[in-house]
């Protein structure tokens, strides 16, 4: 062997390490977690992961049993309570949502009652905790524990690896049960999921606002109520939808009522806001201030909270649900006329509108849609979006659609992680659009680890023959 072919393989070598340390690294520095509803406590919907769509075919479906057994009807079509919003207020378990972590994805079942564990890969239930009431949010993730609320009245904690139970906390001693919606539960259910920050556990349980209602922040290790900036604390609302945290308040949408605001530390009342009712709410993060986005079929506010605090409203009529990236709003909007030949049928105008947040709202584009959409997220520069039988990814440039999948039901929940798209449904669904196998696991073994890499050297040193089967990708 001559000087210049040692020369050319060894340069040939060091390019290949080089090459697999970028397989074996790259999928841990962008694969990212939905740690919980919404992706987070603002329950923003935005991640920084971007997907790649030619990888996007669809994987396993998990389905259940039946449909979510919803804890309330839709209710009508016209409503007098709600200024004639046709758009139902209490919609806030219409599909399996989902939270993603690792090689793990959970959720919690309104039908089978339980917090379940599947292999992202597979789809292959892994375990499930069961409880005695629908959990109709999916759990939080943080620090190797799941948290979660159940209709039976407690708040889990439980290993998220194994699925046993750590500890739960229940803030009322009462047994009374009664029926809701076809179901017998606690006159004091947590419906308002979980979120967790600064090691503890927030969370509300409540049922009808002319009864108790218990505000909590627990310790997340222990479950204990006790202790600085640990409470229980009783009003007179009725939380209905995702629990929104920032540093410094507590937000509960209350579905048919406007959603209240509580001072974290304390669990003191911090006013009520004004405007558009709803379960749909969302946090925006700009420098010292925060600002909250709420409401049901639209956006459209007035007042402030009555602290006099920095906290801002947004609006924007006819906005059904939204995500905000930067100085960009992206919107789906939504109008309705009556059927010419029916007054209890629609037609309907559904748009994806993006608005300048540093211009006074001013429109960027807007993208007419096909199809009614109920849902959306950013991930990295592509927003997804959720209609009536398919789920579809929009250019951030003016919302032309560049891919799409067919689905069976209304698409309701929307989670992008590690390299995954996943899709809930009305029907009781959640499809997974992705690889079925871990990215860069060339061990086999579950998991991408320095095994891999070892894997990899190895397969490298045994192609010294360049035509040996399996040792062109190594070339």
């Known amino acids: 062997m001559n000087f210049d072919t040692i020369n050319s393989r060894k340069g040939m070598f060091l390019r290949r390490m080089a090459f697999l340390l970028l397989l074996v690294t790259a999928p841990a520095a962008l694969a990212l977690d939905w740690p919980g509803y919404m992706h987070d406590n603002s329950r923003t919907g935005v991640t920084a992961e971007s997907l790649v769509l030619a990888d996007l075919d669809q994987g396993w479906v998990y389905e259940s049993p039946s449909p979510p057994m919803r804890a309330w009807s839709d209710g009508p079509l016209w409503d007098a309570y709600s200024t004639g919003n046709s758009v139902p207020m209490r919609d806030f378990d219409t599909a399996i949502f989902v939270t993603v972590a690792g090689e793990n994805v959970y959720f919690g079942s309104s039908v089978t009652n339980s917090v379940h564990c599947l292999d992202v890969s597979t789809g292959t239930q892994n375990w499930f905790y069961r409880t005695d009431g629908a959990v109709r949010f999916p759990p939080t993730f943080s620090n190797g524990k799941l948290y979660f609320g159940s209709d039976d009245g407690y708040a889990y904690c439980i290993d998220a690896v194994t699925g046993s139970m750590v500890w739960k906390y229940s803030p009322s001693a009462s047994q009374r049960v009664l029926f809701n919606n076809g179901n017998l539960i606690t006159q004091w259910p947590i419906r308002t999921g979980t979120a967790v920050l600064d090691g503890k556990v927030y969370f509300a349980a409540s049922l009808v606002p002319w009864e108790s209602t218990y505000l909590c922040s627990v310790n997340a290790e222990t479950g204990s109520a006790n202790g600085s900036g640990l409470y229980k604390t009783s009003g007179g609302i009725a939380p209905n939808g995702a629990i929104l945290a920032s540093e410094q308040y507590l937000y509960l949408p209350q579905g048919r009522y406007y959603p209240h605001v509580f001072n974290r530390a304390t669990g003191a009342s911090a006013g009520v ?16 201030s925060t600002g909250i986005v ?33 100085d960009t709003s992206y919107t789906i909007t939504e109008t309705s006329t009556v059927h010419t030949t029916s007054g209890y049928k629609y037609n ?14 001013a429109v960027k584009w807007q993208h007419t849609c096909n199809t009614r959409k109920f849902t959306i997220i950013l991930a990295g520069d592509l927003l997804y979006t959720g209609g009536v039988g398919k789920v579809e990814a929009h250019s951030i440039t003016d919302g032309s659609v560049v891919w799409s999948a067919p689905v069976n039901g209304r698409v309701r929940g929307l989670a992008a992680a590690n390299e995954r798209l996943f899709v809930s449904t009305d029907t009781g669904k959640i499809y ?12 086999g073994n579950g998991t991408v680890d320095a095994d891999d890499l070892m894997t990899l050297i190895g397969d490298y040193l ?14």
Not at 299 to 324: E, Q
């Open 432 to 443: 997974m659009f992705g690889s079925s196998s871990v990215p860069a696991d060339f061990d």
């Open 273 to 288: 806001l004004s405007g558009s009712a709803g379960t749909f709410a969302l946090l925006t993060s700009d420098g010292p």
């Open 462 to 475: 045994d192609c010294t023959d360049p035509e040996t089967p399996g040792c062109d990708n190594l070339n």
């Open 348 to 361: 309907y105008n559904t748009k994806l509108v993006a608005l300048d947040r540093s211009n006074g709202g």
């Open 294 to 326: 709420y409401g049901s079929g639209r956006f459209s506010t007035s007042g402030h909270l009555s602290t006099g605090s920095n906290d801002r409203i947004a609006s924007y009529p006819n906005g059904k649900c939204l995500v905000v990236a930067n």
